[in-house]
């Protein structure tokens, strides 16, 4: 018989963006290293089937698993607090609780009955919480959104039903709610608190803790106020004041206290987490003994969330290697050959993010060739690795109409372009063609990637011969010019199964471009090779 798994459901009040994700990751991250079989899961109540083709500037970034699900960016933060893989059972939506409902019903599986939001709707959202719970000691459960979304309602049910099913034992309300700070009054405020607590109620959830977002620190006075108003313990209303690093969270939760109630709710004994490795971590991350820039050449840079990822695998680096990593934030579309110089002269190493679409395109080209031929440290992600090939073959091999068939599909010098068929992360042969539909077409998840021998490559990640990273893009490499690029010194150094996965630059401090995303796989305690490899060769750039 398989053991019990318990629960802790983490629900958000008051409005979003309060940081829910990173709570529900911190408390993982206190039990894990308490010796507990953790997982987490992230229940999205909106309807898309997943994030994966929403804009970033609507939602964010989408993070990928390794299996090759695309997720909620929360789930990137899980990774990399608990130091673990998840997968597409980790992360669901509305959209796909009904997908599944409703193929059921073509099917017949329900024999006629009408189909309803209770039982059925809510009985899948149990069914694939407990399915993500199995063989674990616990599993921490956010639910997206806010008390009071309609759309969520399903969810604050499914969650009510668990506890009715498996007892207080085995299951616990965690609320996280904001706490304003009025200047004109001085004073904090816990009128929303309580409101938030009390459509909960209405639903039929009591919390059994309330975690606090303030700007300010919260007294005893008012921590006892809320525990009173809101019907929990004194010792279960936590603070989670703003931080200079959401790595300081769980040190801040472990300070007061927060796994004696939770130990007491659900059994766990005495809890005693070592972290010491991850608080000198943060103390690298909050006062670091050396200093770098470099330039972040994007499209999406209004909106940060667009590549949280990338900039936490920089964080991630800059901690190892006890470097504060200053990141100039550089909108692509805003480069032009007049101002080239004045953008990058100051910066220690040029960073090229990813992106889909021929927006700002140009300009990531012109900081590419910049840094090729100042010698200043290059990383291309994804599309950053296509632009540099198509920067060297119009600069270099004088291909003047170098392109890509994302930008041109009726270019004659495709150095990028749309293979027919290739085998996704499951071992399936896939056929895509240029009019595919987008959500179906990418090469997604977790791939092996050959290196090449004495390569930069094979180097920073000390050796290894195959490496293993994640993908989340259509277009290739176009191998029928590989001959003449390699020729002139862009040298193919990573490859999966026929496939160019890396291409570098002989003759160049730090040139790299990655057909994957090596963010996906970084973390706090772990940074990603070709991440710190980049920033090392940054902090080497005294310029």
Not at 179 to 192: D, F, S
Request: net charge neutral; aromatic share 6%.
């Amino acid at each position: 018989m398989s053991k019990q798994t318990k629960y802790i459901f983490v629900t958000g009040g008051v409005l979003s963006s309060l940081g829910k994700g990173i709570a529900a990751a911190s408390i993982a991250t206190l039990l894990k290293h308490s010796g507990l079989k953790v997982r987490m899961l992230k229940a999205d109540p909106y309807i898309n089937v997943d994030p994966g083709t929403m804009s970033p500037l609507e939602h964010g970034e989408v993070f990928v698993t390794d299996d090759g699900a695309e997720t909620d960016l929360d789930l990137g933060h899980y990774e990399r607090f608990l130091d673990e893989n998840l997968s597409q059972d980790n992360n669901f939506t509305t959209g796909r609780v009904y997908s599944a409902v409703i193929e059921r019903e073509r099917r017949g599986d329900y024999l006629g009955k009408t189909i309803q939001v209770i039982p059925h709707i809510v009985g899948e959202i149990v069914r694939r919480i407990k399915k993500a719970g199995e063989d674990n000691d616990i599993l921490i459960v956010e639910i997206g959104g806010t008390v009071g979304d309609i759309e969520g309602l399903p969810f604050l049910e499914a969650i009510r039903a668990m506890r009715v099913e498996l007892g207080r034992a085995n299951t616990m309300n965690i609320h996280l709610t904001l706490v304003p700070y009025i200047k004109v009054a001085g004073e904090l405020k816990t009128k929303p608190t309580q409101h938030s607590v009390g459509e909960l109620r209405r639903i039929g959830i009591s919390p059994d803790m309330i975690i606090c977002r303030s700007e300010m620190p919260l007294n005893r006075n008012l921590k006892d106020k809320i525990a009173l108003s809101c019907g929990v313990d004194k010792n279960c209303v936590i603070e989670s004041p703003d931080s200079q690093s959401i790595y300081q969270i769980p040190l801040a939760f472990m300070s007061q206290g927060i796994l004696e109630p939770i130990a007491s709710f659900l059994n766990f004994g005495v809890l005693k987490p070592d972290m010491s490795k991850w608080d000198s971590l943060v103390k690298r991350v909050i006062a670091p003994t050396n200093e770098t820039t470099i330039a972040f050449v994007g499209k999406y840079i209004d909106l940060k969330e667009s590549y949280k990822s990338l900039t936490e695998s920089i964080i991630h680096a800059g901690a190892t290697l006890d470097t504060r990593v200053n990141l100039k934030w550089i909108d692509s579309e805003k480069i032009e050959e007049s101002n080239l110089d004045e953008m990058l002269s100051d910066v220690n190493g040029v960073l090229v993010a990813g992106g889909f679409g021929v927006r700002g395109v140009e300009g990531k080209i012109l900081a590419i060739n910049y840094a090729r031929t100042h010698k200043v440290p290059f990383l291309g992600i994804c599309l950053g690795m296509q632009l540099c090939i198509i920067e060297f073959a119009r600069n270099v091999l004088g291909i003047k109409d170098a392109n890509s068939i994302e930008f041109d599909e009726n270019t004659k010098s495709p150095l990028i372009y749309l293979i027919d068929s290739f085998i996704d992360a499951s071992g399936k042969k896939q056929i895509r063609t240029h009019k595919s539909p987008l959500g179906g077409t990418m090469r997604l998840g977790g791939y092996d990637c050959d290196t090449k021998k004495g390569s930069l490559l094979a180097k920073i990640y000390d050796g290894a011969k195959t490496i293993r990273e994640r993908h989340r893009h259509r277009y290739e490499a176009n191998p029928e010019y590989r001959a003449k690029f390699e020729k002139e010194g862009l040298i193919v150094c990573g490859e999966s199964n026929g496939l160019i996965e890396a291409v570098e630059l002989k003759n160049h401090p730090f040139f790299l471009g990655v057909q994957f995303h090596p963010e996906f796989t970084s973390r706090l305690v772990r940074p990603n090779p070709a991440i710190l490899g980049f920033i090392e060769a940054s902090i080497k750039n005294v310029r």
